[in-house]
């Protein structure tokens, strides 16, 4: 398996998710979209953002060295 891109995709549907990892790239579900967490957890999602600010602190968190 290839190593993961450093660039993010940001979704709110399982679709975005899916095909975030078809092209070998994370993805963060958002919650102030159309999906749910649930739908979004279940499509694989690398982590979950309720709102635009929780986005900084969970790149920072899954920094890639």
């Known amino acids: 398996q290839q190593p993961l891109n450093?660039?993010?995709?940001i979704g709110d549907?399982?679709?975005?998710v899916e095909g975030a990892i078809?092209?070998?790239l994370r993805c963060i579900g958002v919650t102030w979209g159309y999906g749910t967490p649930d739908e979004l957890?279940?499509?694989?999602a690398?982590?979950?953002a309720h709102q635009p600010q929780d986005l900084l602190s969970i790149l920072q968190t899954h920094a890639v060295n």
């Not at 450093?6 to 995709?9: D, G, K, L, N, Q």
């Not at 957890?41 to 694989?44: F, M, V």
């Open 6 to 9: 450093t660039a993010w995709m």
């Open 13 to 16: 549907r399982h679709h975005d």
């Open 22 to 24: 078809r092209h070998n």
């Open 41 to 44: 957890c279940k499509a694989g």
């Open 46 to 48: 690398a982590a979950i």
